[in-house]
Nanobody, 123 residues
Framework: VQLQASGGGLVQAGGSLRLSCAASERTFSSYNMGWFRQAPGKEREFVAAIRWSDFSRYYANSVKGRFTVSRDNAKNTVYLQMNSLKPEDTAVYYC?????????????????WGQGTQVTVSS
């Protein structure tokens, strides 16, 4: 599946952004979808994920209560609403898809990746 992420940008601390990730796959509804981020000099880390089967949502502790992951299967799109942004949220954000039928929240659990979109939060 091909993924195209968008919606990144520069925002002040406390602001909001909504990232979108459009998928090319017609069976998108059967894919678990995830968001990861990678800051300069750091490893890629899990941010959020949403299961295909029951829309269950999972978050990293660092974003819980501030970020919301959602999906629109009719539009083959997954979203990441980011509120109360902090400078430490600055990173390249990647969307990822897992069509294996299993579920996990590590990068190894996702087989398809988008190109990434830059999010910069100024203090």
């Amino acid at each position: 599946v091909q993924l195209q992420a968008s919606g990144g940008g520069l925002v002040q601390a406390g602001g909001s952004l909504r990232l979108s990730c459009a998928a090319s796959e017609r069976t998108f509804s059967s894919y678990n979808m995830g968001w990861f981020r990678q800051a300069p000099g750091k490893e890629r880390e899990f941010v959020a994920a949403i299961r295909w089967s029951d829309f269950s949502r999972y978050y990293a502790n660092s974003v819980k209560g501030r970020f919301t992951v959602s999906r629109d299967n009719a539009k083959n799109t997954v979203y990441l609403q980011m509120n109360s942004l902090k400078p430490e949220d600055t990173a390249v954000y990647y969307c990822a898809a897992d069509g294996s039928g299993r579920f996990g929240t590590t990068a190894a659990d996702f087989g398809s990746w988008g190109q990434g979109t830059q999010v910069t939060v100024s203090s």
